[in-house]
Structure formats: C-alpha cells, structure tokens
C-alpha cells in the first residue's frame, strides 16, 4: 500500500494519492480580506493547482463538499463555481453551513479526484 503525501506539514498534508485516487485538504483563501467571488475564486485556483500537481484535474473530480460560512454568500459562491465547472463533469457536491475555524475565511472547499 503505497501513500504519497505532497506539502506535508506538522499538521496535514495539502494533498494524499492512494489507489489513483486524489484527496485534498480543505482549501481556502489566503486573502481573507476579499468577498465570496474573490476567495471562491482563490480556492478554486489552489484546487486546480493542487490537481495539476497529483496528475489530475478538475474533469476527474469525484466529489466535492463546500463549507461557506453564511448561506447569504451562496449565490456569490455559485457563481464563481458555475464559471468554474468544467461542463459535462461537474461533480457529485454537498453545501454547508458551517461555523470556520477562522471567521474571516468564507468558504473552504475539499475535493476528491481520480488521477488522469
């Protein structure tokens, strides 16, 4: 059983690829001065980073669970995800309200993708 970790920290590890399966930490902005669109934004760029960095993309996208922090930011955050979809494998996705660990951060998002 292999496990390959990538940006490994004392406390997580930015991604883990096990059995061509792609898992990502929770991503979310660095510029938590920026409304939805901007931070939605932001993640969705780590996201695609962080994929293209394992040997994936966002068209193998297994899953997806977004947590924003208020539902009134959920239009804002559709938007950006609608522009942002890759159309044809838009993936299986949950939306909830959730309490951040840091109030500034809107919306965090954690992904699962196979590898190309």
């Given at each position: 059983m292999e496990i390959t970790r990538l940006h490994v920290a004392k406390r997580l590890s930015e991604v883990a690829i096990h059995n061509q399966t792609v898992y990502l930490a929770g991503q979310i902005a660095e510029d938590t001065g920026a409304d939805i669109?901007?931070?939605?934004?932001?993640?969705?760029?780590?996201?695609?980073?962080?994929?293209?960095e394992a040997g994936s993309d966002k068209t193998c996208i297994l899953t997806c669970q977004i947590f924003i922090g208020d539902m009134a930011n959920f239009a804002g955050m559709n938007e950006v995800w609608d522009e942002w979809?890759?159309?044809?494998?838009?993936?299986?996705?949950?939306t909830v309200?959730?309490?951040?660990?840091?109030p500034?951060?809107?919306?965090?998002?954690?992904?699962?993708a196979a590898l190309r």
């Open positions: 669109v901007g931070q939605m934004r932001e993640v969705l760029g780590h996201v695609d980073r962080l994929l293209a979809a890759a159309a044809g494998h838009t993936p299986p996705r949950a309200e959730a309490k951040l660990a840091n500034a951060c809107l919306v965090e998002v954690v992904v699962t």
